[in-house]
């Protein structure tokens, strides 16, 4: 009897630390230094309400070399280059984000950073749409931005801009701008009518410009086949008609959506390079609501998004694979930012099925939008703290997160402390190779663990410890959620 008594009493403490560790977590706190991230990665003069003040203004001269105002965007990673591909795919997330989850931004007082962010994002695109046929996709060039490690603020590395257009195409890159566009003038419509109608007047022809001059944007701006290579643009022009089909609400965008037969099939991860899962929820959403029929095409993408959300809360026959702590497990390199986007479209799909009172039929049993949820918080909460580790993933959040960022500006003395001038070399010497804490938190940046759930804290581990724009854009949809 005092055995079991005893076994009782350790069951409901351990129940009652697992409730506390849940209950401990701030979203709102960690939604908030993911919009603060975002202006840790700006390029350009720097607004007088900047908030993240160690960084200063930079690549004030890009574009210079083409006669074209490029300055702005947002630096992709931890180095110093302007990338359209996966910035204009941040900022179609980020504008989701907003779509999806605009009340609880307003909530948590976060509506006009989260706008802000999709702003500074989609000022420059357009800039680098001067032309109806043209879109600059690239400013700096990988090899030497790589050779050296400078704060933006003094980088000597070469700005060349690199473009594509009617006889060197990209359409990956111009469907992707164009859904960007397209998503960030909904986000705008009710605050800026006349912002939003610019955007859209730009991701229509960014779409015409992908339609008709189709092609690979790495063979035009061969330099980002480096970094950011892209596997086809069939995705991204699907993903840009149903955003288009969203922003304007035109046939002529269901129409391509029907007609081009690529629904993209049953996918197993939704990134930068890969929007299928993106545009099938997207139609998804068009089915629940009754615009378009449940049957035919229109019931093939719906069923290929639910069977992904099925693999992410294990519930196919093909589940997306764990790691022992817990967290999904897609691929080695910056792995978070799958477990970011799968989180999303498990969260946004959660909303839509609870608006319809409905549940999701998976082959292994049916989901529930709380379930999703559920699979939802525990990789949230993982992210935050909840891991093997107990590190919070999240730079800034918590006590115990990584002081090591692969990241140029955070692990240099702010210029504002040292104007001195960082050399190409010098920064590796004295900074990159500086076995301590960064000078400047990145709050907000995400970084991620290997598949053993292990982390190595260090600059040099470039593979788990860089952040990127595109990963932590669907968690600040994600974070709006549960906070």
Request: proline share 4%.
């Amino acid at each position: 009897m005092a055995i079991s008594s005893i076994f009782i009493f350790m069951s409901v403490l351990c129940f009652s630390s697992v409730i506390h560790n849940v209950a401990s977590v701030d979203y709102g706190t960690a939604l908030t230094k993911s919009l603060l991230f975002y202006e840790a990665q700006r390029s350009g003069k720097l607004p007088s309400n900047q908030r993240v003040q160690w960084r200063g203004n930079s690549g004030l001269k890009d574009g210079q070399d083409v006669r074209v105002d490029l300055v702005g965007g947002y630096y992709d990673a931890g180095d110093n280059l302007k990338l359209g591909f996966p910035m204009a795919f941040t900022i179609t997330m980020l504008s989701w984000s907003t779509i999806e989850f605009r009340d609880k931004l307003a909530k948590n007082n976060e509506l006009q950073n989260a706008l802000s962010a999709i702003k500074w994002g989609t000022d420059y695109l357009m800039k680098a749409h001067p032309e109806a046929d043209v879109l600059y996709g690239e400013v700096g060039e990988p090899d030497s931005d790589h050779e050296c490690w400078q704060r933006p603020e003094d980088m000597t590395t070469p700005r060349d801009a690199y473009k594509i257009d009617d006889q060197h195409p990209g359409s990956d890159l111009a469907a992707e701008t164009s859904a960007s566009l397209a998503a960030a003038s909904i986000a705008f419509n009710s605050v800026d009518p006349k912002y939003a109608s610019k955007m859209l007047t730009h991701a229509i022809q960014l779409f015409e410009f992908a339609r008709n001059n189709q092609g690979l944007y790495q063979n035009s701006i061969t330099p980002a086949g480096k970094v950011y290579a892209s596997s086809g643009y069939k995705d991204e022009l699907v993903w840009a008609a149903a955003w288009l089909h969203r922003a304007t609400k035109m046939k002529k965008y269901l129409d391509y959506l029907e007609g081009s037969g690529d629904t993209g099939g049953a996918r197993t991860i939704f990134s930068w390079d890969d929007k299928y899962v993106g545009a099938q929820i997207l139609v998804a959403k068009l089915v629940l609501d009754g615009k378009v029929g449940s049957s035919g095409i229109w019931s093939q993408y719906k069923e290929e998004a639910e069977q992904f959300i099925c693999s992410c809360v294990q519930k196919s026959s093909q589940n997306v694979e764990k790691t022992a702590g817990g967290l999904l497990w897609f691929l080695p390199w910056g792995n978070i930012q799958y477990v970011s986007t799968a989180s999303f479209a498990m969260s946004v799909y959660s909303q839509y099925l609870s608006a319809k009172h409905a549940s999701l039929t998976c082959s292994d049993g049916d989901v529930t939008p709380s379930d999703l949820i559920s699979h939802v918080r525990s990789q949230v909460e993982y992210i935050l703290g909840s891991n093997p580790k107990n590190m919070s993933y999240m730079v800034g959040y918590g006590s115990n997160y990584p002081k090591q960022v692969h990241h140029r500006a955070a692990s240099i003395i702010s210029i504002k402390k040292d104007p001195t001038p960082v050399t190409c070399k010098g920064g590796y010497d004295t900074w990159y190779n500086k076995n301590e804490a960064d000078p400047n938190i990145l709050e907000g940046a995400v970084v991620g663990p290997d598949k053993n759930d292990e982390y190595q804290d260090i600059r040099s581990n470039y593979q788990q410890a860089e952040p990127t724009t595109v990963s932590v854009a669907p968690l600040v949809g994600v974070l709006a959620y549960l906070a």
